[in-house]
């Protein structure tokens, strides 16, 4: 079975504290600027390599240089402030395209779908997809501009519930679902018990805290229901409201309560 490569950023920001706060130690200056909405991360860096960019009145050319609480940070002479909230996009993946920055099968990305649709405010972020929904599954896809909420969001340890409903070969009864219910295993581990309902003869609704390779198609296929179609409708408190294809930004509140951020 072939295992997705964790983004180095990623790793980074799992390794480091996951809950500490924008501002609260150093940052890599590209990636700061495309998190504070000021160039995309693709521009910054450029931007950066270009020598328009000055942190604590020096000239820096590399984007990984770093820019620490209270520095002063130009870009082309002009003062600009790096101070971020955690912003939050909720998606409606449609079937077809990849969860990846890359597009090996030439039939489009999800980053490249999100562009299309994203208010001029919004352009400037440096967007980061959090976890990921497989080519032909649909539903509710998370966008953020700070990787420290996609390490809280995609951590198992975390717990945060993401439900999904599946129709399926075969008749899903209670005798195939229980074994779901208590927890199975997977060939890369124990999956964690998962709410189960069906919610027709072929449709299942099942609720996972982890959010492993293909998962709940795994899961299913080892109880004899093999997927045919599957769908993510919510995660943590958050369901999904918009229509295919659209995209809206949450509110502080509603990160706040429906996806537990900031921690604690």
Do not use: C
């Not at 942190?55 to 870009?75: I, S």
């Not at 971020?84 to 996009?89: D, G, S």
């Not at 998606?91 to 980053?111: L, M, W």
């Amino acid at each position: 079975m072939t295992r997705r490569r964790t983004p180095k950023w990623l790793q980074a920001a799992r390794a480091a504290d996951a809950g500490f706060r924008s501002g609260e130690k150093p940052d890599w200056i590209a990636r700061a600027l495309a998190r504070a909405g000021i160039l995309p991360p693709a521009e910054a860096e450029a931007a950066v390599r270009a020598g328009r960019v000055e942190v604590a009145g020096r000239q820096v050319r590399e984007p990984l240089a770093l820019v620490r609480p209270g520095d002063e940070v130009r870009l082309d002479g002009r003062q600009v402030d790096l101070r971020a909230r955690t912003r939050v996009l909720a998606f409606h993946k449609p079937a077809g395209v990849v969860t990846s920055t890359v597009d090996r099968e030439g039939i489009g990305t999800v980053f490249e779908r999100l562009a299309a649709v994203l208010p001029p405010a919004l352009r400037g972020y440096g967007w980061h997809a959090v976890g990921r929904l497989d080519r032909n599954t649909t539903g509710l896809l998370l966008f953020t501009n700070d990787e420290r909420f996609v390490a809280h969001a995609t951590l198992p340890a975390t717990h945060l519930p993401k439900r999904y409903v599946a129709r399926v070969q075969g008749r899903a009864d209670d005798e195939k679902l229980e074994p779901l219910r208590r927890g199975i295993l997977l060939d890369d581990g124990p999956a964690r018990p998962a709410a189960v309902k069906r919610r027709g003869p072929d449709e299942v609704e099942l609720t996972i805290t982890e959010g492993r390779y293909h998962q709940v198609k795994r899961m299913l296929a080892a109880v004899g229901l093999p997927v045919r179609a599957l769908h993510r409708e919510a995660v943590g408190g958050l369901v999904l409201d918009v229509p295919e294809g659209a995209v809206r930004e949450l509110d502080p509140e509603e990160i706040r309560t429906h996806l537990g951020w900031p921690p604690g």
